[in-house]
């Protein structure tokens, strides 16, 4: 039975084409957990525990009696195309507006680890807005990202950028599909990836540049220009031809 897409998978999409592909299709006895998602899990409940006034509670029901903060929820719906998707928000929070449920609604937030917002944040609200809205039966304007602190930035969730999310997802749903995609060979960035030691085997026999510390990705490809594509050609050439 095939899986649902979600905005889980979206959001490994973003980051990396093989990470989603790995997280959808891969050997999950192969991923290996980081302590930067443990990190991560714990500010992230502490914070929503703040924002909701410890009104917190968990999935359909806690929509139902109007919970100020509801995590586990999963909804179901046709995102485009006749393709269906479920979204698994981080966070919905309750505010004033009308749905199914009464007198009030939700939207959608997430929270970051760090200071930067970045696309991925801006996207999982776009996804998670798109299909929330018929199964609350209402609106989203507006999606909510927080950082430690409650310190909260108002996303407004346009047709621009939902437009952009629903492309980029008809393009992470053929991904999938398909083979596996390549391994990056910008290897820095998959350091708290829980597919690094899946992907460091294969690295290591292809001997990527990027694997050695002082060179980048554009060193890499600048490298690569004069014909030194891995790090055994790189061993083998002369000084005077690096110089």
Known sequence: ???????LYLKSFIRCKRKAWLDYQGNKSQKIWSPHQSIEIIKRYRNFYK???KDLYVGTKACEKGSKGVIGLKARSKVINNIYAEIQPQLLKKVSGHS???????IPVVYKLGHRTTKEHLFDLAFCSILLEPF???KINDG???SD????????LNQKLRKKVLSIFLTLNEYLKGSMPDITEDRKKCSICSWQKFCDTEAKDNGYLTDID?????????LQTKGISNIKELTTASKIDLG
Do not use: C, H, P, R
Request: without cysteine.
């Open 144 to 146: 909510l990202v927080i």
């Open 214 to 222: 002082g060179i980048g990705s554009k060193t890499a490809f600048f």
């Open 1 to 7: 039975m095939q899986k649902n897409l979600n905005n």
């Open 51 to 53: 924002l909701s006034s």
């Open 149 to 156: 602190d409650i310190n909260i930035e108002k996303i407004d």
């Open 100 to 106: 199914k449920w009464g007198s009030y609604k939700y």
């Open 136 to 138: 609350q039966e209402s």
